[in-house]
């Protein structure tokens, strides 16, 4: 029996043989990914399992604790063997295995990997302070910072304001303006912001553009990491909560388009699939997005 668990900032699922459950414990500002582990696990049924999968947000492009994540995942279930990977490279092989391209994932954050005659690289996935543009949580908080300001007579967004009404209560109803709550506000403000510009919401629509040029960067710069020839045309896959909603696809498609020469694919499945197929593409690992650990 094998585990694969796959932590985002605005939730967590896990699989346990071929049963996939949803979780309510995300990684948050609040808790280490190892803290963040520790409740997961607490939510598995104890059992022996041999080998752990885990696609993880919060590495920041870089593995550095698999020792101590392998010996907790020893700790509560006997693993012999322990594969710890930033979930950009899960859900790029996810998506599409071993082919030359860039897939993007957007979650409450942004992460790009792009992938090229076995060389990776890597992009975002900074955290809300220093990066994330264009994903969930910036596309919430832009919308929010207007909404709020407009009634503060610091903004004109009255579009806003009317779209967001429900989440401005809950707004009114933090006790912490900055907290763990505050973001998952945002966050969850992601799916009204991106409904509003489907339905012709100007200042929406106006968001998620910007967010879909922040996006087209983002892809543009990885890709680089990986080949600096115009003749290479990459396969660019573009993952995610936020990507259900068409408007906001077709606007970053629209902006990776013009400033690079590619063809778009959708994902062939996500990080549940993508983490052990990781893992059996590169038995090695893949330095520093993914190592293993071993008993």
Same mark, same amino acid.
């Given at each position: 029996?094998?585990?694969?668990?796959?932590?985002?900032?605005?939730?967590?699922?896990?699989?346990?043989?071929?049963?996939?459950?949803?979780?309510?414990?995300?990684?948050?500002?609040?808790?280490?990914?190892?803290?963040?582990?520790?409740?997961?696990?607490?939510?598995?049924?104890?059992?022996?399992?041999?080998?752990?999968?885990?696609?993880?947000?919060?590495?920041?492009?870089?593995?550095?604790?698999?020792?101590?994540?392998?010996?907790?995942?020893?700790?509560?279930?006997?693993?012999?063997?322990?594969?710890?990977?930033?979930?950009?490279?899960?859900?790029?092989?996810?998506?599409?295995?071993?082919?030359?391209?860039?897939?993007?994932?957007?979650?409450?954050?942004?992460?790009?990997?792009?992938?090229?005659?076995?060389?990776?690289?890597?992009?975002?996935?900074?955290?809300?302070?220093?990066?994330?543009?264009?994903?969930?949580?910036?596309?919430?908080?832009?919308?929010?910072?207007?909404?709020?300001?407009?009634?503060?007579?610091?903004?004109?967004?009255?579009?806003?304001?009317?779209?967001?009404?429900?989440?401005?209560?809950?707004?009114?109803?933090?006790?912490?303006?900055?907290?763990?709550?505050?973001?998952?506000?945002?966050?969850?403000?992601?799916?009204?912001?991106?409904?509003?510009?489907?339905? &012709? $919401?100007?200042?929406?629509? #106006?968001?998620?553009?910007? /967010?879909? =040029?922040? !996006?087209? %960067?983002?892809? @543009?710069?990885?890709?680089?990491?990986?080949?600096?020839?115009?003749?290479?045309?990459?396969?660019?896959?573009?993952?995610?909560?936020?990507?259900?909603?068409?408007?906001?696809?077709?606007?970053?498609?629209?902006?990776?388009?013009?400033?690079?020469?590619?063809?778009?694919?959708?994902?062939?499945?996500?990080?549940?699939? &993508? $983490?052990?197929?990781?893992? #059996?593409?590169?038995?090695? /690992?893949? =330095?520093? !997005?993914? %190592?293993?650990? @071993?008993?």
């Amino acid at each position: 029996m094998n585990l694969v668990v796959d932590l985002g900032q605005s939730g967590a699922r896990i699989k346990v043989g071929e049963q996939i459950t949803s979780l309510n414990i995300a990684k948050t500002s609040a808790l280490t990914v190892f803290e963040t582990l520790e409740l997961i696990f607490k939510e598995v049924p104890n059992q022996d399992i041999e080998t752990v999968y885990l696609s993880l947000t919060g590495l920041y492009g870089a593995v550095t604790q698999e020792k101590a994540i392998g010996e907790l995942c020893a700790k509560f279930f006997n693993a012999k063997h322990v594969a710890v990977m930033d979930d950009g490279i899960a859900a790029f092989v996810g998506a599409l295995g071993n082919q030359n391209g860039v897939v993007l994932t957007l979650g409450g954050g942004v992460v790009a990997i792009s992938a090229n005659a076995g060389k990776f690289g890597h992009a975002d996935g900074k955290g809300a302070i220093f990066g994330d543009l264009g994903g969930g949580f910036w596309v919430g908080q832009t919308a929010m910072r207007r909404a709020i300001a407009t009634l503060d007579g610091r903004d004109d967004a009255a579009d806003l304001v009317e779209l967001l009404r429900s989440e401005l209560n809950e707004y009114e109803k933090l006790e912490s303006k900055n907290g763990v709550e505050a973001v998952t506000l945002c966050i969850n403000a992601t799916k009204t912001v991106t409904a509003g510009a489907e339905a &012709g $919401a100007v200042t929406a629509i #106006e968001i998620l553009r910007t /967010g879909a =040029d922040y !996006l087209a %960067k983002t892809v @543009h710069g990885v890709w680089r990491k990986v080949s600096n020839s115009d003749s290479e045309v990459p396969t660019i896959c573009i993952m995610g909560g936020p990507t259900r909603n068409q408007t906001y696809v077709d606007l970053i498609k629209s902006s990776i388009s013009s400033q690079l020469k590619c063809t778009f694919a959708d994902a062939k499945s996500d990080h549940l699939i &993508g $983490a052990p197929l990781t893992a #059996e593409l590169y038995p090695a /690992g893949v =330095d520093p !997005l993914f %190592k293993w650990w @071993h008993a």
